[in-house]
């Protein structure tokens, strides 16, 4: 670093600093730099992530599953025997085995339409 043996212009710097003070932004400083950040982002308009076509779909197989569990009942029961174990019995309702192969369909479903829409979110197609 070099030093300045000069009292002169070193007087002449700190006298031209005070006289002109820290610099001070315009009072809509904020206001413009925050227009031009703003400006800059691209705004994505709002797409939900089921259609209404697709609520329309989820609405009529929810219907269609409730009325047919309505009207077509059965008192039919499903005995899983696990002779390997003589104390245990289980009786399941039919109604049961149909929910449990709903669910597993919907997440076998499920997870590669979700893939999909987030590998191509990701691609930016």
């Known amino acids: 670093m070099m030093s300045y043996n000069d009292p ?73 025997d696990l002779s390997f174990l003589s104390f245990l019995k289980v009786s399941v309702n039919t109604s049961l085995w149909f929910s449990i192969g709903v669910i597993l369909l919907l997440i076998l479903v499920q997870i590669p339409i979700l893939k999909i829409y987030h590998n191509r979110k990701m691609s930016g197609v």
């Open 8 to 80: 002169h212009k070193e007087e002449l710097i700190r006298k031209a600093v005070k006289e002109s003070g820290p610099e001070k932004p315009s009072p809509d400083f904020v206001h413009h730099v925050m227009q031009r950040v703003g400006g800059e982002q691209e705004q994505l308009p709002y797409k939900p992530l089921i259609s209404g076509s697709g609520w329309g779909i989820i609405a009529a197989v929810t219907t269609g599953i409730v009325l047919l569990s309505l009207f077509f009942t059965t008192e039919w029961n499903w005995t899983v």
